[in-house]
C-alpha cells in the first residue's frame, strides 16, 4: 500500500467514528451519499479516499459498515494496542496523559519521563514518572515505537534526538519549537497556544 | 495588510517565541541567518515572511529585537489580553482550562458553559461554570470573541451555531467533528487523537 496523504489520513479518522456510531445502532449498509450528509463531505471524496484502503460495499448498495470498520482500524492502526511515551511531567503533560480520547483509541500512556526529582518516583493515574536519564533503556526493553514530547521548547530537540535513538519511529510534539527529526521517521507538532495566535491574528487583521 | 497565509503565521508564532527570548538577553539586534540557525528555518524564508508584516532592521545589521518583537505581537494580536469562552467542562475542556500557554499568551479563559447539573456553579481555577442556555446573553454582554469547543462530536455543530449567532468570530473546535462555519469567521479543528492516528496509521503502512 502506498503512504496515504496527511488529509485522507485526517478524513478517515473522522469517516470511522461516525461509521462506529452506525455500527453500534446495527445499521448493515450505508451509502456515500448519507456518510456525506453527516459529515459535511462530498460523496465523490468520500468514495475516493475509502477506494484507496479497500473495497467495502457493492455499487449501487453501499458500505458494508462492520467491514468498512474493520478496514479503516487496520489501516489507521487501531486494531492493536500501541504502547506510548510521554516525555515532560509538567501542566501540559500532565493534562495530555489524561486525556481520555487517547486510551479509547488504543493509545496507553505507559510511561512518563522527567528530569525533575520532585516528580520521578511519583505516580500519575497509574503510570509511574520515571527518571529521563532511563528511557533509552525503558523504551528499548518496551519496544515503544511512539512518543509524546511534552517539555520545554529548549529541552525539546534533544529529547527528540535520545528517542529517536532508542528506537522510537513516531513522535507527536507540544512542544514549541521545530524539531529536526531524520527521514523515515514521522513527527507531528501541535502548538496549542499557536492555534489560539492564529485566531487572534484573524481577528486583529 | 492582506490576510497572512496560516502556515506564515505559524511560522510568525515561533519566531517570536525565540525573539522573545533573545530580547530578554539584552541582544539589540540579530541576523536573519542567526534566527534561521537557531530556528532550523532557512533565512530566506525569515526574511520573506518578516518583509510582510514591516521593516524592522537594516540591511547588513539585522532586525532590531525590540521593534520586532512589538511588530510580531501586533500583528499576532497578542499586544492584548482576549476573553475566551470554553464550552464544555469535561476531561478535555478541564485539560485545555489548564493550560499554562493559554494564559502567557493574552488569552484568558474567563467562563466556561456546560449542561451538566453537577457541573454548573462549580468553580475551576477561579472560573465560574455557566448554564451553557446563559451563552448567549453572556458572550454578548462580554463582548467575547473567541470560543474554544470541548463538547462530544455530536453538540459541536449546535454549540458552534449559538457561539457564532451571540457573536463569536473565531473558533477552535477540539470536538472530532467537522464543523460549519460561515464564510467570514476562523475556525481551527484540532484533534488530538486524529494526531496519534496518523502516528499509528504511519507505523503500520
Given at each position: 500500500m502506498t503512504r496515504l496523504?496527511?488529509?485522507?489520513?485526517?478524513?478517515?479518522?473522522?469517516?470511522?467514528?461516525?461509521?462506529?456510531?452506525?455500527?453500534?445502532?446495527?445499521?448493515?449498509?450505508?451509502?456515500?451519499?448519507?456518510?456525506?450528509?453527516?459529515?459535511?463531505?462530498?460523496?465523490?471524496?468520500?468514495?475516493?479516499?475509502?477506494?484507496?484502503i479497500?473495497?467495502?460495499?457493492?455499487?449501487?448498495?453501499?458500505?458494508?459498515?462492520?467491514?468498512?470498520?474493520?478496514?479503516?482500524?487496520?489501516t489507521?492502526?487501531?486494531?492493536?494496542?500501541?504502547?506510548?511515551?510521554?516525555?515532560?511531567?509538567?501542566?501540559?503533560?500532565?493534562?495530555?496523559?489524561?486525556?481520555?480520547?487517547?486510551?479509547?483509541?488504543?493509545?496507553?500512556?505507559?510511561?512518563?519521563?522527567?528530569?525533575?526529582?520532585?516528580?520521578?518516583?511519583?505516580?500519575?493515574?497509574?503510570?509511574?514518572?520515571?527518571?529521563?536519564?532511563?528511557?533509552?533503556?525503558?523504551?528499548?526493553?518496551?519496544?515503544?515505537?511512539?512518543?509524546?514530547?511534552?517539555?520545554?521548547?529548549?529541552?525539546?530537540?534533544?529529547?527528540?534526538?535520545?528517542?529517536?535513538?532508542?528506537?522510537?519511529?513516531?513522535?507527536?510534539?507540544?512542544?514549541?519549537?521545530?524539531?529536526?527529526?531524520?527521514?523515515?521517521?514521522?513527527?507531528?507538532?501541535?502548538?496549542?497556544?499557536?492555534?489560539?495566535?492564529?485566531?487572534?491574528?484573524?481577528?486583529?487583521?
Amino acid at each position: 500500500m502506498t503512504r496515504l496523504p496527511e488529509t485522507t489520513i485526517s478524513r478517515l479518522t473522522i469517516y470511522r467514528r461516525y461509521i462506529k456510531s452506525i455500527l453500534k445502532k446495527g445499521k448493515p449498509l450505508v451509502t456515500s451519499e448519507k456518510l456525506g450528509r453527516k459529515m459535511h463531505f462530498k460523496p465523490s471524496q468520500i468514495r475516493r479516499d475509502l477506494s484507496y484502503i479497500g473495497q467495502f460495499g457493492r455499487r449501487g448498495k453501499g458500505y458494508y459498515v462492520r467491514k468498512l470498520c474493520r478496514g479503516l482500524d487496520k489501516t489507521l492502526g487501531l486494531d492493536r494496542e500501541w504502547q506510548v511515551a510521554l516525555v515532560g511531567a509538567g501542566n501540559l503533560g500532565r493534562s495530555l496523559s489524561a486525556y481520555p480520547g487517547f486510551r479509547r483509541h488504543g493509545f496507553e500512556v505507559s510511561v512518563i519521563f522527567d528530569n525533575s526529582p520532585a516528580k520521578i518516583g511519583k505516580t500519575w493515574l497509574g503510570v509511574e514518572v520515571l527518571d529521563i536519564k532511563q528511557m533509552p533503556k525503558v523504551i528499548k526493553e518496551r519496544k515503544i515505537k511512539i512518543a509524546i514530547i511534552a517539555v520545554p521548547y529548549s529541552s525539546a530537540q534533544q529529547v527528540a534526538d535520545i528517542l529517536i535513538r532508542s528506537g522510537v519511529k513516531a513522535i507527536l510534539n507540544f512542544a514549541p519549537y521545530k524539531v529536526a527529526v531524520p527521514e523515515g521517521l514521522k513527527l507531528k507538532n501541535i502548538d496549542l497556544s499557536t492555534e489560539l495566535q492564529s485566531l487572534s491574528c484573524f481577528l486583529t487583521k
